[in-house]
């Protein structure tokens, strides 16, 4: 067994999911982020003095391993349960939809768990992978600046299915694997008023063209500042539709379908976002836990093997880190 490190291409949950439990196996990790922070499709945006999450909007927790790491992210101060005034749009009308499903945010933000699960691990932000080759015995990760990154004695791709297709280019297989694997856009709108909404609605599930959900976000245990803030996300097809649009002209139209569903008047915000999430989730589930390649020492994990939900991506990354650890 070598001393180089395994390389983590990745700091979403997956990544970090696989990286935790490889660290606490006495195994050196070096993790990699295009993005100048943790989370990924989990992360958080700062406003002023608060956060938004404009992806990840709850999670729930089916699996026994994980409804245990949730309960002691709780206990860590990392996660909360959030209890939203639950509502339903369908056909234009809007009515409570209570249920008794358990919902869980990290705190005070929903990247709180991707830093908790980072904390003091190497990693290298802002840097791109745009291959990754084994020469004799190692493996080299070379960024989009050109720089090389190595020796590594195994890597772990831990990014969206069509992103990771290219970087598994030395196993052919599990490239043409990731390569299958559809995933949808989604264009997430956030909105913040100086006044709140006078309307009992933190959370709808939504069926019409545009839209597919819309949260509360300030109702999120922990969630600091000043405004009323609201997160909008548009539905997979209609995402697709507008996919070139201007985030202004996206703001408009969204902020224009939220006033329309909400049972109360909706002011001019006093803030506006929007982005748009190429690969927000896979078209259909998978079964596959995890990719690998043992021989190689090549390995793949995220959301798009398994549920396309936090859980399935965390569950992911445990399999990944489990297979690798099985063939060292
Ligand atoms: C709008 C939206 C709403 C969602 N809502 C929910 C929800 O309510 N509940 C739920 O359970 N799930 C939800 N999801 C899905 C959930 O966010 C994902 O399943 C989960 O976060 C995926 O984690 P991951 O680690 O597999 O991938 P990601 O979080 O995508 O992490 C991949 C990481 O890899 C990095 N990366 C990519 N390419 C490279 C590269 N070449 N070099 C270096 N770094 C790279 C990215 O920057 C990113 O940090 C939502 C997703 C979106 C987009
Ligand atoms: N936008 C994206 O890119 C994206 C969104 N994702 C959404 O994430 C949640 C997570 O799913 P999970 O199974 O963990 O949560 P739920 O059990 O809360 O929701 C599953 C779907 O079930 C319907 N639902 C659940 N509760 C209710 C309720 N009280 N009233 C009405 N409907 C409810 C709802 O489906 P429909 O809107 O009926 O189709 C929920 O969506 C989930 O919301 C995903 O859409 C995941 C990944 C990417």
Redesign the pocket.
């Known amino acids: 067994m070598s001393n180089a490190p395994i390389a983590i291409?990745?700091?979403?949950?997956?990544?970090?999911s696989a990286a935790r439990t490889l660290h606490d196996a006495g195994q050196a990790v070096q993790l990699?982020?295009?993005?100048r922070r943790?989370?990924?499709?989990?992360?958080s945006k700062t406003i002023g003095s608060g956060t938004l999450d404009?992806?990840?909007?709850?999670?729930?927790a089916r699996d026994r391993r994980f409804t245990e790491i949730v309960h002691q992210w709780q206990a860590d101060g990392w996660a909360d349960q959030w209890s939203p005034s639950l509502f339903q749009s369908r056909d234009g009308q809007l009515s409570p939809s209570t249920d008794e499903q358990l919902r869980w945010v990290g705190t005070p933000t929903m990247s709180a768990i991707t830093q908790g699960l980072l904390d003091d691990l190497p990693v290298t932000f802002s840097?791109?992978?745009?291959d990754v080759f084994r020469g004799e015995e190692f493996w080299t990760l070379v960024?989009a600046t050109g720089a090389s990154h190595g020796p590594f004695s195994q890597v772990i791709i831990?990014?969206?299915a069509p992103?990771a297709a290219a970087?598994l280019a030395a196993a052919p297989k599990l490239a043409a694997v990731a390569a299958s694997v559809a995933m949808e856009p989604?264009w997430?709108v956030a909105l913040g008023f100086a006044t709140p909404l006078e309307t009992s609605v933190e959370g709808c599930f939504v069926r019409d063209d545009a839209l597919d959900?819309i949260a509360r976000d300030h109702s999120k245990p922990g969630r600091d500042g000043s405004l009323d803030t609201w997160v909008l996300?548009a539905s997979s097809q209609w995402s697709r539709q507008h996919i070139d649009l201007s985030r202004e002209a996206v703001i408009e139209l969204l902020h224009g379908a939220f006033a329309e569903l909400i049972d109360c008047v909706v002011p001019a915000p006093a803030f506006t976002l929007a982005h748009r999430?190429l690969?927000?989730?896979p078209t259909q589930p998978h079964e596959w836990s995890a990719l690998a390649d043992p021989g190689l020492g090549l390995y793949a994990?995220?959301?798009?093997c398994l549920s396309?939900?936090?859980?399935?991506?965390w569950l992911?990354?445990q399999e990944v880190a489990r297979k690798l650890l099985e063939n060292l």
Not at 54 to 60: A, P, V
Not at 308 to 313: F, K, N, Q, S
């Open positions: 291409i990745g700091t979403g949950i997956a990544g970090l990699f982020d295009k993005s943790s989370g990924g499709r989990m992360a404009l992806g990840t909007q709850y999670f729930t840097c791109r992978i745009t960024d831990a990014v969206p992103q970087l989604t997430a959900w996300h999430w690969y927000a989730r994990c995220g959301d798009w396309g939900r936090v859980e399935g991506a992911s990354g």
